[in-house]
């Protein structure tokens, strides 16, 4: 039930960015304040907060981006 909130949270956030044309996009990231040499050992999880057009896309993006990832290695639809 978490995820599906979570994923729902995903896509009001992407039905918002298509709502204009533009595809107008304001990001925030922020990253943990740990050591650069950490970022590669830690990936994903060194985000922070991720915030598109000021709503929190933090666990969506946790939970989205292996499935994007997987997709791409398989030759599906790149993003």
Do not use: C, R
Request: negative net charge; glycine residues 4%.
């Amino acid at each position: 039930e978490e995820q599906a909130l979570i994923f729902d949270k995903a896509l009001a956030i992407l039905n918002n960015i298509t709502q204009n044309d533009d595809y107008k996009l304001n990001l925030d990231l922020k990253f943990k304040n740990i050591p650069v040499s950490d970022y590669s050992a830690q990936g994903i999880d060194s985000i922070e907060k991720l915030s598109i057009n000021n709503q929190d896309a933090t666990e969506a993006l946790k939970i989205i981006l292996p499935f994007i990832m997987f997709s791409m290695l398989m030759g599906g639809a790149s993003f």
